[in-house]
């Protein structure tokens, strides 16, 4: 039972952290195009840079392929890893908080 709640709970977070970092890549990718600048997306790159460059240098990319295909595939690879991290430590920082509260009030 205790299991199946923080299986729902963590993909509860996760599906949350997830939507929240899309909408913040996609704030980004507006705020690149909208001041004409080119800082917003260089911090999404940075953000994601160790995934982006796990994939480039395993996968086998040829030409073109190496400059796109690592970003498109890293950043959500990166995604899903910042969500489980995230939704990990909400699940720990809750139930450290109950058992504190647990132990001050008994």
């Known amino acids: 039972m205790f ?10 977070y996760s599906v949350l ?9 996609c704030l980004a990718i507006v705020l690149s195009s909208a001041l004409h600048s080119e800082s917003p997306a260089v911090v999404i790159l940075y ?3 160790p995934t982006i460059l796990l ?9 073109c392929a190496r400059m ?12 899903l890893v910042y969500s489980v991290a995230a939704s990990l430590a909400v699940i720990g920082i809750k139930r ?3 058992l504190n509260g647990d132990v001050g009030n008994g």
């Open 55 to 63: 994939i480039e240098h395993t996968g086998d990319f040829v030409g």
């Open 47 to 49: 953000a994601y840079l």
């Open 17 to 25: 952290a997830s939507a929240i970092q899309a909408a913040l890549i």
């Open 96 to 98: 450290m908080n109950k």
């Open 68 to 79: 796109i295909e690592p970003f498109f595939y890293g950043v959500p690879l990166w995604v």
């Open 3 to 12: 299991l199946s709640q923080l299986m729902k709970r963590l993909f509860s």
